[in-house]
C-alpha cells in the first residue's frame, strides 16, 4: 500500500507449535491495520475471542482519515462483541484474548503516523537503524513485578506466573488500553508478535533476523521457525510491517 509518499510492505506467519491442538491466535494485516490477537480460554473459545478481535480492529483497514481515537473506540466495540458472543454461547463464556499492533492514523500535523496499541502481552518492536526496541509494555503478573524490582528479565522469562495477563479484551469492563504514536520513518520495522514469539526467541535473535532477512514475508516465518525450532510451546504469529521510501 502507498501512503503519503511511502509505501508499506507486510509479512505474516502463524503456527501452532509443538505442543498446541489448536491455534488460537488470530491477526489481520492490510490496509491501514496490523494487529495480532492472542486468545484465551481453551479450545474453541480462544480461537473465536481472538477473532473476533483480529475482525473487528481489521474493519478500519479501509480508511486514511483514522485517528488514534478511532482505533480505542474499536477496541471497544471488538470487547462489546467478545462479551455478547459469550453471553449468546455458554460453552466460551470467559473468553478473552489480547490485542496489540500498529495503525496507521492521521496525526497531530495532519501528516501520517503510527498509533500503536496494546492490551496484554503481545508485543510490538520497532526496528531501525539496526536496532530493536520494545513499543509496548507487556501487560502481565510478571512484568508488574520486573516494574517493582522483584524479578530480573530473566527470571520473568521462566517465572510460573509468567502467562498470567492483567488486561485483555473479554471484560465486562474494558481495561485501559496502552497507546503510543510515532512518526512514520522510511525504512523502519515494526515486528507485531504473539508471546508464543518472545517465550522462545530472544531480543538479540529477533533484531538478528530483521538485520538479515530483507523480505518481509520471509522474514515473518524466519521469526516463526525459530520460535518452533526453539521449542514451540504455544502457538506463534509474527506479522512484520516495512516502511520504504518511494520518492
Not at 84 to 98: D, E, F, L, V
Amino acid at each position: 500500500m502507498s501512503e503519503a509518499g511511502r509505501s508499506v510492505r507486510v509479512g505474516l506467519a502463524t503456527d501452532v507449535g509443538r505442543v498446541r491442538e489448536h491455534n488460537e491466535d488470530a491477526a489481520f494485516a492490510r490496509g491501514s491495520i496490523f494487529v495480532v490477537a492472542d486468545g484465551m480460554g481453551g479450545h474453541a473459545a480462544g480461537e473465536v475471542a481472538s477473532a473476533i478481535a483480529a475482525t473487528t480492529l481489521g474493519e478500519l483497514a479501509d480508511r486514511t482519515d483514522l485517528t488514534v481515537d478511532d482505533v480505542v473506540a474499536q477496541l471497544t466495540e471488538a470487547n462489546h462483541r467478545i462479551v455478547q458472543s459469550g453471553i449468546a454461547n455458554p460453552r466460551t463464556w470467559g473468553m478473552a484474548t489480547t490485542l496489540t499492533g500498529a495503525a496507521l492514523v492521521v496525526g497531530e500535523d495532519g501528516g501520517r503516523a503510527w498509533a500503536i496499541v496494546n492490551l496484554g502481552d503481545s508485543r510490538v518492536y520497532r526496528y531501525a537503524a539496526g536496532a530493536l526496541t520494545q513499543v509496548t509494555v507487556d501487560h502481565s503478573e510478571v512484568q508488574e513485578m520486573v516494574d517493582l524490582g522483584y524479578l530480573t528479565d530473566a527470571e520473568a522469562r521462566v517465572h510460573p506466573l509468567r502467562h498470567t495477563v492483567t488486561r485483555s479484551l473479554g471484560r465486562d469492563r474494558l481495561p485501559v488500553a496502552d497507546t503510543w504514536v510515532l512518526p512514520v520513518v522510511a525504512g523502519e520495522r515494526f515486528v507485531v508478535c504473539s508471546d508464543g514469539l518472545t517465550n522462545e526467541v530472544l531480543d538479540a535473535q529477533i533484531a538478528t533476523l530483521m538485520g538479515e532477512v530483507a523480505d518481509v514475508q520471509a522474514a515473518a516465518q524466519a521469526l516463526v521457525d525459530a520460535a518452533v525450532a526453539n521449542g514451540g510451546r504455544d502457538n506463534v504469529t509474527v506479522i512484520v510491517v516495512e516502511v520504504e521510501a518511494t520518492d
